[in-house]
């Protein structure tokens, strides 16, 4: 706790031309996805498509459990690594490998997508600073240590306040841009913020136009 409010409180009083070390930034990143003790439930949003699950969060385990069919997928934050497991009746299987590329429940958001390696990238800086819904934010350019992710480089941009994640963007391997996600609001859950609806949408990679929009809704 105390290493959080360290970091946080760097973040936070950091001036405008002396950002923190890239490696500091996705360290706040990281705690603070594991900083949340809910039960929600949630959907999936892709045309006129619905995919109803429920969220689980105990600290650094999050667990998505969707029906018609039974699936479950988790996902552990730690320090060092994340690891993504398909839960089933005889235990946790590790998801990786070509599983990557798999969809979840046939939308835009990857296997890949939620085990967020890139926030683990030792390739990582800071690129300067924006501002998101009147926001102030880092935006950090990280680059994928080997071509086991579909992605060669990705984009994040990081509220300097809270260390939250806005905003990101995923390069494939040829320099295009291919998947955008943006957080469109959030909500307060037991006196702390939490997402309430973020925007996926794959592009095409050659005209860069959206092929597909996903909505991911959290609901109280």
Same mark, same amino acid.
């Given at each position: 706790?105390?290493?959080?409010? =360290?970091? /946080?409180?760097?973040? %936070?009083? %950091?001036?405008?031309?002396?950002?923190?070390?890239?490696?500091?930034?996705?360290?706040? *990143?990281?705690? +603070?996805?594991? +900083?949340?003790?809910?039960?929600?439930?949630?959907? /999936?949003?892709?045309?006129?498509?619905?995919?109803?699950?429920?969220?689980?969060?105990?600290?650094?385990?999050?667990?998505?459990?969707?029906?018609?069919?039974? $699936?479950?997928?988790?996902?552990?934050?730690?320090?060092?690594?994340? #690891?993504? &497991? $398909?839960?089933?009746?005889?235990?946790?299987?590790?998801?990786?490998?070509?599983?990557?590329?798999?969809? =979840?429940?046939?939308? %835009?958001?990857?296997?890949?997508? /939620?085990?967020?390696?890139?926030?683990?990238?030792?390739?990582?800086?800071?690129?300067?600073?924006?501002? @998101?819904?009147? #926001? #102030? *934010?880092?935006?950090?350019?990280?680059?994928?240590?080997?071509?086991?992710?579909?992605?060669?480089?990705?984009?994040?941009?990081? &509220?300097?306040?809270?260390? %939250?994640?806005? !905003?990101?963007?995923?390069?494939?391997?040829?320099? !295009?841009?291919?998947?955008?996600?943006?957080?469109?609001?959030?909500?307060?859950?037991?006196? !702390?913020?939490?997402?309430? +609806?973020?925007? @996926? &949408?794959?592009?095409?990679?050659?005209?860069?136009?959206?092929?597909?929009?996903?909505? /991911?809704?959290?609901?109280?």
């Amino acid at each position: 706790m105390l290493k959080r409010l =360290v970091l /946080l409180s760097l973040l %936070a009083l %950091a001036p405008a031309s002396a950002a923190p070390p890239a490696r500091d930034i996705l360290a706040t *990143v990281r705690m +603070q996805q594991a +900083q949340q003790n809910v039960e929600l439930q949630g959907q /999936l949003r892709e045309g006129g498509r619905v995919v109803p699950f429920r969220l689980t969060q105990s600290g650094p385990v999050i667990r998505y459990s969707f029906t018609n069919p039974d $699936e479950a997928l988790q996902l552990r934050i730690g320090d060092k690594d994340s #690891r993504l &497991e $398909e839960i089933t009746r005889t235990g946790a299987a590790n998801v990786g490998g070509k599983e990557w590329e798999q969809k =979840v429940r046939g939308t %835009a958001i990857t296997y890949e997508d /939620l085990a967020l390696k890139f926030l683990y990238w030792q390739d990582a800086k800071v690129v300067g600073e924006d501002y @998101i819904h009147t #926001r #102030r *934010v880092w935006k950090l350019e990280l680059t994928a240590p080997s071509r086991q992710s579909s992605y060669s480089k990705v984009f994040v941009w990081v &509220e300097q306040q809270s260390g %939250a994640l806005l !905003r990101l963007e995923g390069f494939d391997w040829g320099g !295009r841009l291919t998947k955008r996600f943006e957080v469109v609001s959030v909500q307060k859950i037991e006196g !702390r913020f939490f997402l309430k +609806q973020m925007r @996926i &949408e794959e592009l095409n990679p050659s005209t860069r136009k959206v092929q597909t929009r996903t909505y /991911l809704d959290i609901k109280q």
